[in-house]
Nanobody, 120 residues
Framework: QVQLVESGGGLVQAGESLRLSCVAS????????MGWYRQAPGNQRELVAR???????NYADSVKGRFTISRDNAKNTAYLQMNNLKPEDTGNYYC??????????????WGQGTQVTVSS
């Protein structure tokens, strides 16, 4: 069973930075893709950034140039470095583990989320 625990959220002012972490239990982290998503009140959950097991990344247009996703397979941890935060970045941030290997579980796994609030 895989469990994901996010941390690093908080209340910051516009222009400041935060680094989110997502620690995964189990043994499939290194062979899985990882994603960071966010959800603001009244909005649908949206993709913020994603990194494949091979290290390829993609970002939402709204965060390109400000956010960086990375992973440390030795620590079973994915990170989201968020710089120059804006009030519109406010939301609950979730990490998702997507197993993508032969015989992988037929499901994705989500963490419980960490709140990010950016004041203007």
């Amino acid at each position: 069973q895989v469990q994901l625990v996010e941390s690093g959220g908080g209340l910051v002012q516009a222009g400041e930075s935060l680094r989110l972490s997502c620690v995964a239990s189990g043994s499939i982290f290194s062979v899985s893709d990882m994603g960071w998503y966010r959800q603001a009140p009244g909005n649908q959950r949206e993709l913020v950034a994603r990194i494949t097991r091979g290290g390829l990344t993609n970002y939402a247009d709204s965060v390109k140039g400000r956010f960086t996703i990375s992973r440390d397979n030795a620590k079973n941890t994915a990170y989201l470095q968020m710089n120059n935060l804006k009030p519109e970045d406010t939301g609950n941030y979730y990490c998702k583990l997507e197993p993508r290997f032969p015989g992988s579980p037929p499901r994705d796994y989500w963490g419980q989320g960490t709140q990010v609030t950016v004041s203007s």
